[in-house]
Nanobody, 123 residues
Framework: QLHLVESGGGLVQAGGSLRLSCTTS????????AAWFRQVPGKEREFVAA????????HYSDSVKGRFTISRDNTKNTVYLQMNSLKPDDTAVYYC????????????????WGQGTQVTVSS
């Protein structure tokens, strides 16, 4: 079993930055592909970014490309999401996810999930 815990969310003004962290435990994280999703009330969970276990491949949604950067430090069992130029539309609960397969952009592609961290961007 892989356990994921997100941190780093909060309130920020539009144009500002936040860095989310997802710390894992329970299994060897370096063999897992990791991703970030986000969700607002009443809407489906939305793919944000993913990084292959090797860190050689990343993938972003069009809505965050050029503003967000996903990275990982396997020595710390942690994946990060650096969010710059934040917009009010980025307001959501952000979830970290992991799987043992290649990158997927849908929630069903991931087996392990954190509890989420709230990000609120004020205008």
């Amino acid at each position: 079993q892989l356990h994921l815990v997100e941190s780093g969310g909060g309130l920020v003004q539009a144009g500002g930055s936040l860095r989310l962290s997802c710390t894992t435990s329970g299994r060897t994280f370096m063999s897992y592909t990791a991703a970030w999703f986000r969700q607002v009330p009443g809407k489906e969970r939305e793919f944000v970014a993913a990084i292959h276990w090797s860190a050689a491949t990343t993938h972003y949604s069009d809505s965050v490309k050029g503003r967000f950067t996903i990275s990982r430090d396997n020595t710390k069992n942690t994946v990060y999401l650096q969010m710059n130029s934040l917009k009010p539309d980025d307001t959501a609960v952000y979830y970290c996810a992991a799987c043992e397969d290649y990158i997927a952009t849908v929630p069903d592609g991931y087996d392990y999930w954190g509890q989420g961290t709230q990000v609120t961007v004020s205008s």
